[in-house]
C-alpha cells in the first residue's frame, strides 16, 4: 500500500505562482510514476502532469505547458508541482497520483486526498 500526503497550494492571484507537493510513503513493489491531477466544480478529473520515477520523463496537460514545472526527489519520494503563471481557470482541488507496480506486478494506483488551489482573478 502506498499513502500519498499532499502539502501547499492555497490561494494566489492571477500571474501569482503556488507550489504543491506530495510524498509517498508504504511498501510497495514499484512506484512507476507520479504526478497531479485536479477537477473543478462541475468538470471531470484532468492529468495536470506527471513524471516518471526511472529516467524523470516529463508528461504536462497543454493548458499548463510552460507555466507549470513538475519534478521529484527520488530520495525522498517526493514530487513538486511549480505552478507559476496562475489563471483562474486553474482554480480546483489538485490530487496527487501514483502509479505503481504491486507485489503480484499489477498495476495499482493510489490517490492522495486533494489540496484546493484557487487563483483570483
Known amino acids: 500500500q502506498v499513502q500519498l500526503v499532499e502539502s501547499g497550494g492555497g490561494l494566489d492571484q492571477a500571474g501569482g505562482s503556488l507550489r504543491v507537493s506530495c510524498a509517498a510513503s508504504?511498501?510497495?513493489?514499484?512506484?512507476?510514476?507520479m504526478g497531479w491531477y485536479r477537477q473543478a466544480p462541475g468538470r471531470q478529473r484532468e492529468l495536470v502532469a506527471q513524471i516518471a520515477i526511472n529516467g524523470g520523463t516529463t508528461n504536462y496537460a497543454d493548458s499548463v505547458k510552460g507555466r507549470f514545472t513538475i519534478s521529484r526527489d527520488n530520495a525522498k519520494n517526493t514530487v513538486h508541482l511549480q505552478m507559476n503563471s496562475l489563471k483562474p481557470e486553474d482554480t480546483a482541488v489538485y490530487y496527487c497520483?501514483?502509479?505503481?507496480?504491486?507485489?503480484?506486478?499489477?498495476?495499482?494506483?493510489?490517490w492522495g486526498q486533494g489540496t484546493q488551489v484557487t487563483v483570483s482573478s
Open positions: 497520483h501514483a502509479a505503481a507496480t504491486d507485489w503480484t506486478l499489477q498495476r495499482a494506483d493510489y
Open positions: 508504504g511498501i510497495i513493489f514499484r512506484i512507476d510514476a
